[in-house]
């Protein structure tokens, strides 16, 4: 992930492990949304209640198990591609020991309060130009 990407501390609970101790699949979605609320919040502050999202498609690839520790993952977060009605948010998932445990792309639809697509105004997209970052380099990508 590009060094620009801003960086979200977020602890771990003790409750996000399943039974055979490692952090579970659903926790770690979850770990990106935060990372994404937080992305959200620190780059547009009270203006962000305005902007109304959807949640399009994520894809997740798991690299390494992440273990519980009272220390927090550092998610990497930026915008890895800015589209016309829609963007993405880029993310890599360290644990304390600074090993990649999981990339993911999250696709967002912005929409108007009457539920309807429509484009990312100019105010929006110049905040999410200050935090664009590289393509999230998966292992593999499905052939189109």
Same mark, same amino acid.
């Given at each position: 992930?590009?060094?620009? %990407? !801003? $960086? &979200?501390?977020?602890?771990?609970?003790?409750?996000?492990?399943?039974?055979?101790? *490692?952090? @579970?699949? $659903?926790? /770690?979605?979850?770990? &990106?949304?935060?990372? =994404?609320?937080?992305?959200?919040?620190?780059?547009?502050?009270?203006?962000? =209640?305005?902007? *109304?999202?959807?949640?399009?498609?994520?894809?997740?690839?798991?690299?390494?198990?992440?273990?519980? #520790?009272?220390?927090?993952?550092?998610? *990497?977060? #930026?915008?890895? @591609?800015?589209?016309?009605?829609?963007?993405?948010?880029?993310?890599?998932?360290?644990?304390?020991?600074?090993?990649?445990? %999981?990339?993911?792309?999250?696709?967002?639809?912005?929409? @108007? #309060?009457?539920?309807?697509?429509?484009?990312?105004? !100019?105010? /929006?997209?110049?905040?999410? !130009?200050?935090? =664009?970052?590289?393509?999230?380099? &998966?292992? =593999?990508?499905?052939?189109?």
């Amino acid at each position: 992930m590009t060094t620009t %990407a !801003d $960086v &979200f501390e977020i602890p771990l609970r003790w409750g996000d492990m399943d039974a055979l101790a *490692h952090v @579970n699949n $659903v926790q /770690i979605a979850r770990l &990106f949304e935060q990372a =994404r609320v937080e992305a959200f919040h620190r780059w547009f502050g009270e203006q962000r =209640r305005g902007i *109304h999202l959807l949640v399009a498609r994520q894809e997740i690839e798991y690299r390494a198990i992440l273990h519980y #520790s009272p220390e927090p993952v550092r998610i *990497h977060c #930026s915008i890895s @591609n800015l589209g016309r009605s829609s963007f993405e948010f880029g993310y890599e998932l360290r644990d304390a020991k600074g090993t990649v445990c %999981a990339l993911a792309e999250t696709t967002v639809v912005t929409m @108007n #309060s009457a539920g309807s697509t429509e484009p990312v105004s !100019d105010a /929006i997209r110049a905040i999410l !130009d200050e935090h =664009r970052g590289d393509p999230v380099e &998966f292992r =593999r990508r499905r052939a189109h």
